[in-house]
């Protein structure tokens, strides 16, 4: 790209998430104190942020209109590697999500599902934006997010599943789906759930049996049990930094990654979550201010696609923390530990930052 446009790079959308990605390395580094088996994770989440920084700009530097000659091949490579995963995959958390790369590190197909969603479903919306309320341009779209909620949804992990599913939904409202189709994909939703639920494995189950009845199973309730204390007690200053009973005793399990929220509501108080909360609202309206600016249909629905990930996950792991949702799995955005899903968001950083670029520069 040449070098004015570079200078359109949106900077204030980069300090938010920097903000954002270091205020939760240090939250993890209190999460884990006194845990032997953790104590190296804040040093490798500074790592992934590092790779996350060169990821995004790499994927910036390339113009994201080029992705419409080659999404085919990279939709097809996704697929492989989901249903690899199926029959080679390392199971963790119930779930057989993950494949070792030459016994090297461990990738995460259903992470990058997510970004081939939202490449291939733009891609043929903003080709049939015309006959967009036709039903055979409905059924194109639906056939491409078939295989990847479906292969997501047989590792089993309902939760990536589901953000594929909301995810798919985000991109087809934006492209221009009307509110009747809407509502006739959530009477078909309906109607489908008993066979979700039978489908769903039994600890997928358990979780929302437990949400719907916490005295039904009352040691797995435990952990939400536990979070909710943690929010509670926090106050509006919190505990202090490292002097979180619940997080430093150890009630709380995965208490860096899933339950980081309960970490800063103790810790931190009401002020902390409320702060974390503002900044990931700053990087929400700072993509949606993107998509709403872009040049052309694809490159606002790679834009909302993103933005849609970070909104629907951010609701769902705070509503966890808080016992408003069942428990899913679902990490918070650029805040809890793990390299694959931080390496996923920052991939989407960096394609609307492309776009940024673009649109600005197409204005000068």
């Known amino acids: 790209m040449i070098r004015r446009q570079w200078r359109q790079f949106d900077w204030i959308l980069l300090l938010a998430v920097l903000i954002v990605s270091l205020y939760g390395m240090v939250m993890i580094q209190s999460a884990v104190q006194g845990d032997p088996q953790l104590a190296t994770y804040p040093q490798r989440q500074l790592g992934f942020i590092l790779v996350g920084l060169v990821l995004m700009f790499i994927v910036a530097a390339f113009d994201y209109r080029s992705l419409g000659s ?85 590792e089993p992990d309902l939760g990536t599943a589901i953000v594929l599913a909301v995810e798919g939904g985000i991109i087809f409202l934006v492209a221009g789906l009307t509110l009747r189709h809407i509502l006739s994909a959530g009477v078909v939703g309906a109607l489908s759930a008993p066979l979700l639920w039978s489908l769903m494995r039994a600890h997928q189950r358990n979780r929302i049996l437990i949400f719907l009845d916490p005295t039904a199973d009352p040691d797995s309730f435990f952990n939400v049990q536990q979070a909710l204390v943690s929010v509670g007690s926090g106050g509006w200053l919190g505990k ?65 696609g993103g933005a849609g990930i970070i909104l629907f996950q951010t609701v769902v792991n705070v509503g966890m923390n808080m016992g408003l949702l069942p428990v ?25 930052q492309s776009v940024a670029m673009t649109k600005r520069s197409q204005v000068l």
């Open 70 to 154: 080659i999404y085919v091949p990279l939709y097809v490579i996704v697929i492989a590697l989901l249903a690899m995963t199926g029959i080679l995959g390392k199971s963790l958390f119930g779930a057989q999500s993950w494949i070792e790369v030459f016994g090297l590190f461990p990738i995460q197909p259903s992470e990058l599902a997510k970004i081939a969603m939202t490449i291939a479903l733009g891609r043929y919306l903003a080709t049939h934006q015309e006959t967009i309320g036709q039903l055979g341009t409905l059924v194109g779209g639906l056939v491409i997010m078939a295989p990847l909620v479906v292969l997501v949804f047989m």
């Open 240 to 304: 202090g930094y490292g002097q979180g009973t619940q997080s430093q005793l150890h009630f709380l399990r995965v208490r860096h990654t899933d339950f980081i929220f309960s970490v800063v509501a103790e810790e931190m108080g009401f002020v902390g979550a409320v702060l974390l909360l503002l900044l990931l609202l700053v990087v929400m309206m700072r993509l949606w201010r993107i998509a709403a600016q872009a040049p052309d249909a694809f490159g606002q629905l790679l834009v909302a």
């Open 328 to 352: 899913t799995g679902l990490p918070l955005p650029f805040f809890s530990y793990g390299g694959n899903a931080y390496f996923s968001l920052m991939i989407f950083l960096g394609l609307a």
